[in-house]
């Protein structure tokens, strides 16, 4: 099972319907027009086809719940990190939950997916500059989890097909 978290308001449930929408017709199309979401209360538990013989489930954990997610910690085979590139006054409480979720005895084994997500936004964060307030290159040197960044866009589907490669190489399966 791959986990997604991330902060309230940072694109995971839009990322999720996306992917599902992905699954379902093998491709992102810029004229689709993006389901509507509501901040996720609980969680939301899909399936999403990443070739023709493998399916991930992608279990997704509301922003407020945090606190508790390292009880689903053990069930992770993968984790996506939702970081909103274009919210910096958010960068600094992303990290903290990223470096807490990694430090995780738990998740040290998991395959780590960060994903900068809303890029396309004019208040997006640049890269570079994202990379040195998240302490990138140190943290993906001295993680003891393999660690991926992306630069995304759940809106308009940037990134979105790297999302489900790295999904079809780094997870374990379905249900």
Known sequence: MCLLIGMTGVGKTLLLKRLQNYSSKGSFTESEENPS?????????????????NEVTIRELGGAMAPIWFNYFSDCSALMFVIDASNSTQV???????LTTLQSEKMQKVNVLILLNKVDLHLSVPLAELRYLLRLDDLINTALQPITVLEISAKDGQGLSEVVKWLAANS???L
């Open 92 to 98: 600094s409480a992303s990290c903290i939950q990223l």
């Open 172 to 174: 374990k399966g379905g």
């Open 37 to 53: 979401t509501i901040p996720t209360v609980g969680t939301n538990l899909v399936n999403v086809s990443v070739s023709k013989r």
